[in-house]
């Protein structure tokens, strides 16, 4: 599965993006799907991910109520709506899918096989 991740941007505290993962090769609605994103000197962090075994969804602590994961049947993506953002949801954000298809998410990077190219989201005033 070839994945692109796309939507960043600058952004002024308390803006909004949302975030768009897309595959080329494969239906993304048979895929678990994770959001991390890495901050310069910063360890990668997994911020949501949505099953595809169950549909649930799962956020990290520190987006939880300002973010939310989502999939786009008719577009063949899953999307990351980011709002109020702060100066610290600054970093590059990845998608990433798992190997096998119907499958439980984790915000976990071990549990992915596929990662995309990230987009770089800033936010500064």
């Known amino acids: 599965v070839q994945l692109q991740a796309s939507g960043g941007g600058l952004v002024q505290p308390g803006g909004s993006l949302r975030l768009s993962c897309a595959a080329s090769t494969a239906s993304l609605h048979y895929y678990a799907i994770g959001w991390f994103r890495q901050a310069p000197g910063k360890e990668r962090e997994g911020v949501s991910c949505?099953?595809?075994?169950?549909?649930?969804?799962y956020y990290a602590d520190s987006v939880k109520g300002r973010f939310t994961i989502s999939r786009d049947y008719a577009q063949n993506t899953v999307d990351l709506q980011m709002n109020s953002l702060k100066p610290e949801d600054t970093a590059v954000y990845y998608c990433?899918?798992?190997?096998?298809?119907?499958?439980?998410?984790?915000?976990?990077?071990?549990?992915?096989?596929?990662w995309g190219q990230g987009t770089q989201v800033t936010v500064s005033s």
């Open positions: 949505i099953s595809s075994s169950d549909g649930r969804r």
């Open positions: 990433a899918t798992p190997a096998q298809e119907h499958s439980g998410c984790a915000l976990i990077g071990s549990w992915y096989s596929n």
